[in-house]
């Protein structure tokens, strides 16, 4: 049973307007979440992150909203690129240190259409 | 820096063959990782080291071997690869304290 969720495969937005990307997580312990982007033939590279004792977190176009209550994250683009168009996994673990393992949902495909 | 090098970056194999996918790393991380990517499934950790000479298992270590020697490589062993094993896997390391993971490029490996 994936212990992190992404129910969206795949999303379309017009260059411009939010992009909103969703993730929802089942193990109360997860306490620190992660975005990581994933352009095709390269690896994922990390985009933002949010820890557990804050609910935002906004870095530019990019923010983190967690809702902990619901075990839910979003993470908004605003605005949308061509160049953000990309896979975006949402990944979690139990702690804050490299040496917790980090569970990766099995992403979205972003496609921002100019 | 280079960051990450994976190699190769695709590698076609027969049933019953073993390979070694190579991963270094010219940032002095401790950690170390090896996943794999497969349609709707995500990432999922195959093994993980978080320094020389220390290895653990992740999610889905069976099939694979690791050994970590020195701090910059973290070799991933197949010793008899079945068709189960085609996927994309990637390397990662980071940072002791930190969870965000730098990933190579990925090799692309087929099982026939």
């Known amino acids: 049973d994936q212990q992190v969720k992404q129910n969206s495969p795949s999303l379309s937005v017009q260059e411009g307007r939010i992009s909103i990307l969703n993730c929802d997580y089942t193990?109360?312990?997860?306490?620190?979440f992660l975005w990581y982007k994933k352009y095709p033939a390269e690896g994922p590279t990390f985009l933002i992150s949010?820890?557990?004792?804050?609910d935002k977190n906004e870095d530019g176009r990019f923010t983190v909203f967690l809702n902990k209550s619901a075990k839910h994250l979003s993470l908004h683009i605003v605005p949308s690129q061509p160049g953000d168009s990309a896979v975006y996994f949402c990944?979690?673990?139990?702690?804050?240190?490299?040496?917790?393992?980090?569970?990766f949902g099995p992403g979205t495909s972003l496609s921002v259409i100019p | 820096n280079a960051g990450v090098t994976q190699t190769p970056k695709f590698q076609v194999l027969k049933t019953g063959q073993s390979m070694t996918l190579q991963c270094a790393q010219d940032?002095?991380?401790?950690?170390m990782s090896w996943y794999r990517q497969d349609p709707g499934m995500g990432l999922r950790l195959i093994h993980y080291?978080?320094?020389?000479?220390?290895?653990d298992q992740g999610e889905v270590p069976n099939g694979y071997n690791v050994s970590r020697s020195t701090t910059e490589d973290f070799p991933l062993r197949l010793l008899s690869a079945a068709p189960s094993q085609t996927s994309v896997y990637f390397c990662?390391?980071?940072?002791?304290?930190?969870?965000?993971?730098?990933f190579g490029q990925g090799t692309r490996l087929t099982v026939v």
């Open positions: 080291s978080v320094g020389a000479g220390i290895t």
């Open positions: 193990n109360s312990m997860f306490d620190y």
């Open positions: 949010i820890s557990s004792i804050k």
């Open positions: 990944a979690a673990s139990a702690g804050r240190t490299s040496y917790d393992k980090v569970i």
């Open positions: 990662a390391s980071s940072y002791s304290g930190d969870p965000e993971a730098f």
């Open positions: 940032m002095n991380h401790e950690y």
